[in-house]
Structures are given as structure tokens and as C-alpha cells.
């Protein structure tokens, strides 16, 4: 990565770890890259150069040598520049000493905890890249357009909670941000834009430690769908599955779910209190009120294959269609020590509903997330199923072989 040196004003290709700042901002209209303009005088005329500037002056009163920031140390003319910029954005945002925030839109005089305050309506909120900007890194400054300090991320933690839904220890603990269910995680997403579709996606591979190729062209539909297939190679998390349809999307953009998985991170809107159930909790409920002799135990897993998922899953009959139990639940996120879960003790499990199909089995649409009491598991037993996938799900090859309680291939 190129780390500008606050002290030539020289652009350094770092190859080892050092201590540096980091930018976080929103780009205005005429705003322009200066790569290749760093160092020259011309390059201080530019506009939007005087964030590098205030960036520089701020690290310097820290007592740091280097900064990053998006503006001058990454070439946009570079398709690979791009990509490493694309894939390493969290880890870079993550190892930075500190992060400073500015807000254009903000007036520093304002107290930012007043419910009409700029702070609470700066369009950096809305940006998708900036999402992981404000998670990754440990130490976050706010500065107001007159570059007047607003606060921290630590202790302006319960007004930006309140505003974006994303759970105040995530904020408080970075560290922890991992530890939370995917479809909490994609929560966090909503009503977030970027200026082309397909970055709404790739804004998303940090948060959830996966890489994908950087394309264009495609749409936010296959190239989400392709997130969680890569999403689902890594976990046995089923919130995954907890989702839906998300309001004012097309007819055209629902046609391409692939039956289980969502065709656009909206779908996970209203799913910022959706827990996962570890395994360990789950297989003891499941033995306690659902095991066979044929199937002693469940499969937290889905099996992709080519032709769709396998599954073992608590099902109840609904007329010819059934209703099937995931291992996640709605409820307040219990933190156990090593991840946020479900308190099943005052928790509704989500229940997703199938119909049956010439292949198996599809899920029914709906307009919002079902659920189960906890204590209501009457008439429910393990059965293993099939759940078949769309033609769009077919179209981006079968996951690698994990082995996370999974069933043999199809």
C-alpha cells in the first residue's frame, strides 16, 4: 500500500507495517484523484486537497509520520490499484492508528445528540463504503466542515446506534463486529447507496471476511448472490436464510433470488435483532423435542449443490407445503464471550415456509419474517430436504466442499 509521508509529502510503497492515519469522508461533485499529482505544487489548488492537508496537520499532532487517504494514495487509473484498494479497504481502515472522520455537511457549533442536528442527516451515513469506515477501525474522530472536533465513535456511540441500527457494542468493540449473525451484519446496510450497483456489494466483503473479483456490468443482484455464496462456504450460520422481499424492488429483481438466498442486502432491512443459534444449543433443543429414530440429530448446515440445498431441519405440515425451523431466532443478542446469540429463553425461532415443487421443495414469497414461539414445538420433527434453486443460483457454480455438519452432495 502507498502511505503519503506527512513530512516530504512524498507517496512511500509500504511494504511493512507502520503506524499511519487514515481519511474517512464523502466525495463531493468535481473532487479529483492526485496521485500522480503528489508533490507538485499544482497539486494544492486542486479540489478537495485541503483534506489532505488538515489530514496531515492531525497526524502530525498525534505524533504520526504517515497517512492514507483515498484521494492521493491510490492510483485511479490503475484496474489492479483499484482492486487492492477494493478487497483491503477494512483490513487497511482496521490497522490504522486512529481514523479521521469528516463531515462536510455538518455544522460544528451543533451539538450532534440534538434530535435535528446536521450530524444525525450527513449524507456519510448513507454512503456504503462508509460503513466499514466506521466499523473497522478502533479510534474514529468526527470533524465538523469547519474541521472542529464533533466527538468519537466511543462516545457518540448511542446517538449513531439510534440513527443507523447498528448494535452499540459493534461500535464500541471492533473486534467483536465478526462475532454478530450475517443477517444482522447485512442490517447495517440498509438505505446505504453507492454511485455504481455492484459496490453495494463489494462495501460488503470486509465486513464479512471475503473476497470476490472486482466486476462491472453484472448488477447488485448477481453480485450479491454471489457474496453469500461465498458467505455460505465459511459458516453454518443459517440467518443467512432470514430474510424478506424488500420493499420497491422489482418483479424482475425477485425473479433472480435463487429460493433461499436474497437478491439484494434490503431484504435483511428488518433483521437487526435476527440472533444466530449456535450448534451446540441448537442440536440440544432439537434432541430434546425433535429426534427420530431415523434422524437422531440435526444438520445446522445447508448443503449447496448444483441443484439447490440439502438440509436436515425441524418441519411441521401445512397443507401440501411445510414449515421449516432455521437455527436463528429474533430476540436481544447475548454476548457468550466469543459471539452475539440468541437467548433461547425469550426468543421467537424464524420459520421460513415451502411449498412443495417437481424437485423438491421452494420457499413460499412472503412480506415479512415468520417466527415460532420458542415453546411452541408441537407437531414439529426432523426431516431431511431438499429446497430447490433458481436458474441464478445454477449459474454461479457449486460452493467447495466444507465440511460444517453438512450432508453428502446431491
Given at each position: 500500500m502507498y502511505l503519503l509521508n506527512i513530512n516530504t509529502q512524498q507517496l512511500e510503497d509500504i511494504h511493512e507495517r507502520r503506524p499511519y492515519a487514515?481519511?474517512?469522508?464523502?466525495?463531493?461533485?468535481?473532487?479529483?484523484?492526485?496521485?500522480?499529482?503528489?508533490?507538485?505544487?499544482n497539486v494544492r489548488i486542486q479540489p478537495g486537497y485541503e483534506k489532505v492537508e488538515m489530514c496531515c496537520e492531525l497526524a502530525r499532532q498525534d505524533g504520526l509520520d504517515y497517512v492514507w487517504i483515498d484521494t492521493c494514495c491510490a492510483d485511479a487509473n490503475s484496474s489492479a490499484a483499484h482492486t487492492e484498494r477494493t478487497i483491503s479497504a477494512y483490513t487497511w481502515y482496521q490497522q490504522a492508528q486512529v481514523c479521521y472522520t469528516y463531515l462536510d455537511d455538518v455544522d460544528g457549533s451543533e451539538d450532534p445528540r440534538e434530535g435535528y442536528s446536521t450530524f444525525r442527516r450527513s449524507r456519510w451515513f448513507k454512503r456504503a463504503w462508509t460503513l466499514q469506515e466506521l466499523l473497522a477501525p478502533k479510534h474514529v474522530f468526527f470533524f465538523a466542515k469547519d474541521w472542529t472536533m464533533i466527538g468519537t465513535k466511543a462516545g457518540l456511540s448511542n446517538v449513531i446506534s439510534g440513527m443507523t441500527g447498528i448494535h452499540k457494542d459493534a461500535l464500541e468493540h471492533p473486534e467483536r463486529v465478526p462475532s454478530f449473525s450475517i443477517a444482522t451484519r447485512m442490517s447495517w446496510a440498509k438505505e446505504r447507496t453507492t454511485s455504481k450497483e455492484e459496490d453495494r456489494v463489494y462495501a460488503l466483503m470486509g465486513l464479512?471476511?471475503?473476497?470476490?473479483?472486482?466486476?462491472?456490468?453484472?448488477?447488485?443482484?448477481?453480485t450479491f448472490l454471489k457474496l453469500q455464496n461465498e458467505i455460505i462456504k465459511t459458516t453454518d450460520d443459517q440467518s443467512i436464510f432470514a430474510w424478506c422481499p424488500a420493499a420497491g424492488t422489482s418483479a424482475e429483481a425477485e425473479s433472480h433470488a435463487s429460493g433461499l438466498l436474497a437478491y439484494t442486502f434490503k431484504c435483511f432491512a428488518d433483521c437487526g435483532d435476527v440472533q444466530r443459534i449456535p450448534y451446540d444449543l441448537w442440536s440440544e433443543y432439537c434432541t430434546k423435542h425433535f429426534c427420530s429414530k431415523n434422524i437422531p440429530y440435526p444438520q445446522l448446515g445447508m448443503d449447496p449443490s448444483c441443484k439447490g440445498f440439502q438440509a436436515t431441519l425441524p418441519v411441521r405440515q401445512r397443507g401440501v407445503g411445510l414449515d421449516a425451523l432455521l437455527a436463528c431466532a429474533r430476540g436481544p443478542a447475548i454476548w457468550n464471550g466469543s459471539e452475539y446469540v440468541a437467548n433461547l429463553n425469550r426468543a421467537d425461532l424464524i420459520c421460513i415456509r415451502l411449498q412443495k415443487s417437481y424437485h423438491g421443495y421452494e420457499p413460499i414469497d412472503k412480506d415479512h419474517l415468520e417466527t415460532v414461539s420458542i415453546d411452541d414445538f408441537k407437531n414439529f420433527h426432523l426431516q431431511d430436504i431438499h429446497i430447490c434453486a433458481s436458474q441464478s443460483f445454477l449459474g454461479l457454480g457449486v460452493p467447495a466442499y466444507r465440511k460444517w455438519a453438512l450432508n453428502s452432495f446431491l
Amino acid at each position: 500500500m502507498y502511505l503519503l509521508n506527512i513530512n516530504t509529502q512524498q507517496l512511500e510503497d509500504i511494504h511493512e507495517r507502520r503506524p499511519y492515519a487514515i481519511l474517512s469522508h464523502a466525495w463531493r461533485v468535481g473532487e479529483t484523484h492526485h496521485f500522480h499529482e503528489i508533490g507538485t505544487e499544482n497539486v494544492r489548488i486542486q479540489p478537495g486537497y485541503e483534506k489532505v492537508e488538515m489530514c496531515c496537520e492531525l497526524a502530525r499532532q498525534d505524533g504520526l509520520d504517515y497517512v492514507w487517504i483515498d484521494t492521493c494514495c491510490a492510483d485511479a487509473n490503475s484496474s489492479a490499484a483499484h482492486t487492492e484498494r477494493t478487497i483491503s479497504a477494512y483490513t487497511w481502515y482496521q490497522q490504522a492508528q486512529v481514523c479521521y472522520t469528516y463531515l462536510d455537511d455538518v455544522d460544528g457549533s451543533e451539538d450532534p445528540r440534538e434530535g435535528y442536528s446536521t450530524f444525525r442527516r450527513s449524507r456519510w451515513f448513507k454512503r456504503a463504503w462508509t460503513l466499514q469506515e466506521l466499523l473497522a477501525p478502533k479510534h474514529v474522530f468526527f470533524f465538523a466542515k469547519d474541521w472542529t472536533m464533533i466527538g468519537t465513535k466511543a462516545g457518540l456511540s448511542n446517538v449513531i446506534s439510534g440513527m443507523t441500527g447498528i448494535h452499540k457494542d459493534a461500535l464500541e468493540h471492533p473486534e467483536r463486529v465478526p462475532s454478530f449473525s450475517i443477517a444482522t451484519r447485512m442490517s447495517w446496510a440498509k438505505e446505504r447507496t453507492t454511485s455504481k450497483e455492484e459496490d453495494r456489494v463489494y462495501a460488503l466483503m470486509g465486513l464479512f471476511g471475503v473476497n470476490l473479483p472486482i466486476l462491472y456490468g453484472e448488477g447488485e443482484t448477481r453480485t450479491f448472490l454471489k457474496l453469500q455464496n461465498e458467505i455460505i462456504k465459511t459458516t453454518d450460520d443459517q440467518s443467512i436464510f432470514a430474510w424478506c422481499p424488500a420493499a420497491g424492488t422489482s418483479a424482475e429483481a425477485e425473479s433472480h433470488a435463487s429460493g433461499l438466498l436474497a437478491y439484494t442486502f434490503k431484504c435483511f432491512a428488518d433483521c437487526g435483532d435476527v440472533q444466530r443459534i449456535p450448534y451446540d444449543l441448537w442440536s440440544e433443543y432439537c434432541t430434546k423435542h425433535f429426534c427420530s429414530k431415523n434422524i437422531p440429530y440435526p444438520q445446522l448446515g445447508m448443503d449447496p449443490s448444483c441443484k439447490g440445498f440439502q438440509a436436515t431441519l425441524p418441519v411441521r405440515q401445512r397443507g401440501v407445503g411445510l414449515d421449516a425451523l432455521l437455527a436463528c431466532a429474533r430476540g436481544p443478542a447475548i454476548w457468550n464471550g466469543s459471539e452475539y446469540v440468541a437467548n433461547l429463553n425469550r426468543a421467537d425461532l424464524i420459520c421460513i415456509r415451502l411449498q412443495k415443487s417437481y424437485h423438491g421443495y421452494e420457499p413460499i414469497d412472503k412480506d415479512h419474517l415468520e417466527t415460532v414461539s420458542i415453546d411452541d414445538f408441537k407437531n414439529f420433527h426432523l426431516q431431511d430436504i431438499h429446497i430447490c434453486a433458481s436458474q441464478s443460483f445454477l449459474g454461479l457454480g457449486v460452493p467447495a466442499y466444507r465440511k460444517w455438519a453438512l450432508n453428502s452432495f446431491l
